[in-house]
């Protein structure tokens, strides 16, 4: 794992091109409304008998301010009141979905997503831990994952102290960039004494896990100015690091027009921010995951990687792949065995659908068995680097090479090229091919060639 990346420009200047970042396979652009809510209660109730583990997922969309960058399922207001009725079809969505699950069906792992989950007051908070221990199997003894997303301008000691009682034991920290020229144009003003303070009530709190999330890409960033951000959250030790791309698509995400595209850095610009990133990042001790995100060597992911035992979903590189996902709230999505469905992401409708005691489910997709087979290989390439052929030909009955004779020239050019390494027996993804991964997986995407590749960002 020393030698986790090799950074070669002609290579990415090659593959660098827009795809999705598989957080499922088939991506959420194949979802269709033909997947309702009886699918959803179908797949429960197979959950139930398979006795599966749960991983909930609670979106919270609330935020008080906008950032301009931000591209997720979110509602401004400073209208502290409207969480409490939000609250409300969140319950009666627990109840519905719960019916369907055995009381015995322990939730391994739990995220609080948004939005900004802290936009809730103590109380709601509480009141929203409670809810969910009631209509399902939540851990007291402190040994599941329970993580929340935080803006450490909406959380301070006291907040910190109650989400550590309240049963989280991991943190994500937006920050994005610390330099005050970037962060005004993008209107999120943020001091690093905000975010240490939240960090380090985190470390006394004895959370287990911290991750701190950059983007690079931003307005009025520069190779230099970047550096300096990463400089800085180096010395905040955080376990994990996110350090995404950030991609500019103002026709689909209205906060985005506010930002003026001549304030962008240039490619060359952004590439000199990553190699860079990388290189600060590696002599501090973080290894490479994959697709943006870095880890210290006893990290959880980092030691799954190891171990070849990491997964992927749509909350990221995971250790509980193997739990069925539960999504809760606007927005949110579910992976259920072969079913993905996704609640509405119009919070009139979510909350009108819940209001009449039906679930929000809006659309969604049941895997076939190609989608099953591509999905493996997939999550294979994605997080271990490598796919040993034997595996797959045995867990789905097939000969690899004649399933996917066609795509056989694409893989040798990706070989000869250097970014894999291809023989009769397995693909390995070489240190050169590790940044560009999602191309790697874009050969083995049934549907990518029907979609229209705007939607998606550069894989760096």
Known sequence: MLDAIRWDTDLIRRYDL????????????QFNSQVGAFDLLHALRDSRKAQRPLSLYVHIPFCANICYYCACNKVITKDRSRALPYLQRLEQEMQLIACHLA???????????????????????????????????????DSGDYGIEIDPREADWSTMGLLRELGFNRVSVGLQDLDPAVQRAVNRLQSLEETRAVIEAARTLQFRSINIDLIYGLPKQTPENFARTVDEVISLQPDRLSVFNYAHLPERFMPQRR???????????????LQRSIEQLT??????????????????????QEESTLQRNFQGYT?????????????AISQIGDLYCQNSSDLTHYQNALAGAQLATSRGLVCNADDRLRREIIQQLICNFSLKFEDIEHAFNIDFRGYFHELWPELQGMADDGLIELDAEAIKVLPAGRLLV?????VFDAYLGQQNRQRFSRVI
């Open 103 to 141: 009381p015995n069906q322990r939730v391994e792992q739990l995220h609080f997503g948004g939005g900004t989950p802290t936009f809730l007051n103590h109380d709601e908070l509480r009141q929203l831990m409670a809810l969910l221990r009631k209509h399902f199997n939540l851990l007291d003894d």
């Open 283 to 304: 002599a501090a001790g973080y290894r490479y995951i994959g697709m943006d995100h870095f880890a210290l060597p006893d990290d959880e992911l980092a030691i799954a």
């Open 438 to 442: 999602r191309s790697v997986c874009m």
């Open 319 to 331: 250790t509980h792949g193997h739990c069925d996902l539960i999504g809760l709230g606007v927005s």
């Open 18 to 29: 827009a795809g999705p970042r598989y957080t499922s396979y088939p991506t959420a652009v």
């Open 259 to 273: 930002i003026s595209s001549t304030e962008l850095p240039a490619p060359a610009e952004k590439l000199q921010m």
